[in-house]
């Protein structure tokens, strides 16, 4: 199925419905499941207009395999964003070397602050104060910092002024919110400041191998350093948006009789009425992730200042989406690129009148809670790319075969291929606070491609350059 162009760089030739060959950037060590090799030739079969591209964590996902950019001329697609929209990363740098710090008290103190799992709130905010966030994003949070008392002690402008030069799209994405349904307004009005269950995140790391001194010196990095890297997305909102339009856009290619490839791959023409809605939607769930990922930076400040000093400085590195539709311009045409699990990794050229147009985009990586994470960062060779990497591992095994049957009662019904035994020896040395004890197996480290194998196709496939590498010490999870 596979032909190979180079020892990290696939692809799939144009034979029956395939319209346009997609490409694959992996190695031989690394396997692709049956299913993510499925749902890639689906796509494939849309339009021979499209480019389509894999980055090396690809595994099967909901119509699209997670690890996917879909470059599209006329079409907009939910699935190929995801239910969980700007699910994205986030890395904090402090001035601390990793043995200045107390880390047991310090994750202790930030879970006081930022619930963790499924379906918590946090900031409670009025129906019309949430829509300017929705609407705004992280540029709408002076306007509602005294509306809510939690908000008023964290807040503080110069740390805002400098986040908003660190963020994709500076945290906003102008839109508006009148096409988010009632129901998802409402599952995301008090869920601001919250992480989420699943993959989310927030590690306590430290800086365990530097690759590029210059590079690093210019990010502020430095050997044995405390840093954070925090991994969350739309919450509840996201969700609820990305399931009403997929299943409007089904319903509405079942009426007009549009070939259905697979009932999970569904699209809207971006320019139609319900397109353009969509967009819209999307991006005001983009905007709640980037403020959500905002105001959790702001408790983690709030906590390290707490013990270590109340000018201690945390720069916001960068923060990057991972799940996302964006206009981009390639090859003289717009597309809309659809990154899922694919995180954008932007050259110098592309990131002129930003603080990074002598660096490049800082890319961020992270690989299973008991291994290491990566920071890279964009670089021309990358355009084969769309200026995309993957945006963690990978899976190798899906949550319920990690983890195996469990009734609500913790009666186990199958045993999953995770023994607690090797959950615990992955973790070894590494202090982790999880919501859900019973179902934490499913993120284990082995559940998960080798992170250390696909960042060699990244940086062998000449997609990015590596800054640094970390290691977590404490992992807060839902």
Known sequence: MLRWKDDNHAFIEKTGAILVSPEIFINKKLKIDD?????????SSISAQDKIIATPDIHTGFGVPIGCVWASCEYISPCAVGYDINCGMRLITTPLSINEINIKQLADSIKQDIPLGEGKQNIRLEASIFIKILEKGVKGLPEIINTNEQLIKIYNESDFIEDIQSIEENGSMQCSAKYVSDTAKKRGQHQLGTLGGGNHFIEIQKIEKIFDEDLAQRFGLFKNQCVIMLHSGSRGLGAEIGDNYMKLSLSEMQKKNITILDKQLTYFKFDSDNGKKYFESMKAASNFAFANRQIMTMFIRKNFRHYYGRDLKLNTLYDVSHNIAKLENYYNREYII?????????????MFNTKFANTGQPVLIPGSMGSASYILVGIDEGIKSMYSINHGAGRVMSRRQALGKIKHNGKIISEGL????????????????????????????AAYKNIDAVIEVVVNAKLAKLAAQTKPVAVLKG
Not at 35 to 43: F, G, M, T
Not at 419 to 443: H, P, Q, R, V, W
């Open 35 to 43: 299913d993510a090799i499925r749902q890639l030739i689906n796509v």
């Open 338 to 350: 659809h990154r899922k699990g694919a995180t954008r990794a932007f050259p110098k050229k592309l």
């Open 418 to 445: 995770i023994s607690d035994d090797a959950f615990k020896k992955s973790m070894d040395g590494i202090y982790l606070i999880c919501e859900n004890k019973k179902t934490i197996k499913e993120e284990a480290p």
